[in-house]
């Protein structure tokens, strides 16, 4: 039997490790940049960031797709689907992104790996667009100089532009970011969504037995 001081040796370990984040379905770890920052090679590495509530608050978009009446006779102008309308997608990438908040959390990531001299590429799944302003608003909020273009995967999975571009590392939100980060083989950071988010797509952090970045909700 386990005596009584083994067991509460025991539980002060289980309570103080860098662990303990415990929701309804998964345990998860978590860690921080200083710890990432200390597990990447001297040498730049090609990086990879999801878009939306990874790096970018962009609910205020997505609040005005559900919930606008600026269609005829007062109805929702991207119809009863606007997720499904090409038009959203086209005004959110060449328009609302300029109501976009970009998150601390990522200006942290970001500025490590910029500082390094790593290449930052940013996938996102939204399908592609003419005239899209994201790249400009995510380089100006970042401060990135030559770097590429934002990369709209739409429906090919990312793990098609995480193995081409030679990515090391990709950073993000959604329980598919860090599913297609796998199947290209590489290691996968999962973002914490924001509790404001409007974003209804599937997260369940640690799903996959990645590791979570700390504080990253904001
Ligand atoms: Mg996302």
Redesign the pocket.
Known sequence: MMSRRFVTVFMAIFMFANVALINAQTAYLTTSVEEIAASLPARPIAIGL?????VLFSSPGFQYAFSNTDGPDGTNKYGNRPLSNDQFWSDLSCQFDKFSIPKESARKIIELHRDRGDKIYFI??RPPVKGEILTSILHREFKLENQPKAIFSGRISKAEFIKKHGLAIYY???DS?ISEAHDAGVRAIR?M?SPLSN?K?KYNPGKHGEIVLENSEN
């Open positions: 999801d878009v939306d509530d990874t996102t799944a993000g939100d959604s970011d973002f969504r974003n797509g």
